[in-house]
């Protein structure tokens, strides 16, 4: 585990947290303080809890590349998870692990661990997004009243530079978004959370009317270590095809270092 990882107290790492029942066998208990616009946990979350698992079976301390399949919606309650070891070599480990309630599979992933502490090469071609300050963004009044149903809200504080239009129904928007996201108890970011964190997003498609979606894959790439405070996150959609829309993501920390890098594959409902 990398030296980053906070102190557990925290919502995020109490909701996340995982008891090994036998080597590769885990039990966690989902909770109801991470739902989205669908009523279930956000897949992010259920992501991050077994990654905890996953995190604990191999040597390597950070995650690299994060491949995530979802097959069922997840819900709140008791949850068993498989790990598995596929590879331990010198620079890299790779894992996956399987979430299962009620005997179904709800997410199947597979992971790559390393050591983000090593230097090499930095290259970037783009910068982070270009946002006024935190304390000068607006907060929705939406947000800001912590709307009942939509948990996650609760836990997850976010700044837009300007008030986001599908909020006053508004179809005709741009699916691009820029904003700032932190977690509501002051947490701050690490590389454990930030696999869950790309899909802490409002969904960009929702710019064009959209407000059901679900995450068929997702795939995360964890570029560094956050330094504290704030993220920049820049999301967005370019293509709907057959209902089935691609979402990309990134995530920049306080020191305009990019941290990670997100798509997915989702499906309009």
Known sequence: MSL????????????????KRADGEFTATLTDGWT????????????????????????????????????????????ALRT?????????????????????????A????????????????????????????EVPAEFAGKPEGVTIAHRVEYRYPQRPQWLDGRKDGNPQVDFWM??????DADVHSLPAMVDFAVPAVLEIGE???????????????????WLACRV??????HSLHEEDMEIWDSEGKL??????LAMLI
């Open 84 to 108: 598995e070891t596929i590879r331990e070599g010198r620079r890299t480990a790779t894992g996956a692990v399987v979430l299962e309630q009620g005997g179904k599979e709800i997410v199947r």
């Open 236 to 241: 967005w959609t370019k293509h709907v095809s």
């Open 4 to 19: 980053d990882h906070p102190a557990e107290g925290y919502e995020f790492d109490q909701d996340t947290r995982v008891e």
């Open 182 to 187: 932190r977690f509501a108890d002051g947490r």
């Open 211 to 229: 407000f059901s979606t679900i995450t068929v894959e997702l795939t995360t790439h964890i570029r560094a270590r956050p330094a504290p405070g």
């Open 110 to 137: 597979t992971a790559t661990y390393g050591d983000l502490s090593a230097e090499g090469r930095e290259l970037h071609l783009q910068g982070p997004p270009e946002l006024p300050a935190p304390e000068e963004c």
């Open 36 to 79: 989205t616009f669908t009523s279930h946990p956000n897949g992010g979350y259920v992501l991050g809890t077994a990654l905890n698992a996953l995190g604990q079976t191999l040597a390597q301390p950070d995650p690299l590349v994060v491949s995530a399949f979802y097959l069922r919606p997840a819900a709140p309650g008791e949850a």
């Open 259 to 264: 941290v990670a890098q997100a798509r997915q």
